[in-house]
T-cell receptor, first 110, second 112 residues
Framework: KNEVEQSPQNLTAQEGEFITINCSYSVGISALHWLQQHPGGGIVSLFMLSSGKKKHGRLIATINIQEKHSSLHITASHPRDSAVYICAEGYGGATNKLIFGTGTLLAVQP | DTAVSQTPKYLVTQMGNDKSIKCEQNLGHDTMYWYKQDSKKFLKIMFSYNNKELIINETVPNRFSPKSPDKAHLNLHINSLELGDSAVYFC???????????FGSGTRLTVV
């Protein structure tokens, strides 16, 4: 069982829909990361959070430390949001390594 | 100015060859990483260096040898390449005391 579980694995939405991607992790962490990867592209860091909620444009990330759960929401989705969204738990400290989830492939159709 | 730059972007080579991938960051970070993304798009850490010192080596075959000549550079040398080494390799950097990450654009290695 992967230390970081994401759901759903695949998601198809119509343009304008509200999208939620969920992430559960199993160990105590320093920070939870949300990353975006377009097909054939690099990895972009969207959010890093250790408590509460963060918002950037149409993207919102929340985390519940007690339940070891985080969600990424996309409001008013657009085809350009189509990408793989990956959550990762950050160990912080000396190593600060990331343990990744398996990713959610999002396709937003016009 | 690219913050974390990797070269080459694409690398196609035959089995048994030796190849290197280079990574440089101009962010002043003191920690650099190599991550491997397999054919199923799953990312996994390989190595981490902090101030030129190896701090993570995650059960990677010893055909893989990272080298960090200074804090701004972390290169990955791979000996005797195998088909299973085909993947996308991502370099990343961060700074001690800050959990954030910056990733390079990746190097797609294809072993034929």
């Amino acid at each position: 069982k992967n230390e970081v579980e994401q759901s759903p694995q695949n998601l198809t939405a119509q343009e304008g829909e509200f999208i939620t991607i969920n992430c559960s992790y199993s160990v105590g962490i320093s920070a939870l990361h949300w990353l975006q990867q377009h097909p054939g592209g690099g990895i972009v860091s969207l959010f890093m959070l250790s408590s509460g909620k963060k918002k950037h444009g149409r993207l919102i990330a929340t985390i519940n430390i007690q339940e070891k759960h985080s969600s990424l929401h996309i409001t008013a989705s657009h085809p350009r949001d189509s990408a793989v969204y990956i959550c990762a738990e950050g160990y912080g400290g000396a190593t600060n390594k990331l343990i990744f989830g398996t990713g959610t492939l999002l396709a937003v159709q016009p | 100015d690219t913050a974390v730059s990797q070269t080459p972007k694409y690398l196609v080579t035959q089995m048994g060859n030796d190849k290197s991938i280079k990574c440089e960051q101009n962010l002043g970070h003191d920690t650099m990483y190599w991550y491997k993304q397999d054919s199923k798009k799953f990312l996994k850490i390989m190595f981490s260096y902090n101030n030129k010192e190896l701090i993570i080596n995650e059960t990677v075959p010893n055909r893989f040898s990272p080298k960090s000549p200074d804090k701004a550079h972390l290169n990955l040398h791979i000996n005797s390449l195998e088909l299973g080494d085909s993947a996308v390799y991502f370099c990343a950097s961060s700074r001690t005391g800050w959990n954030g990450y910056t990733f390079g654009s990746g190097t797609r290695l294809t072993v034929v």
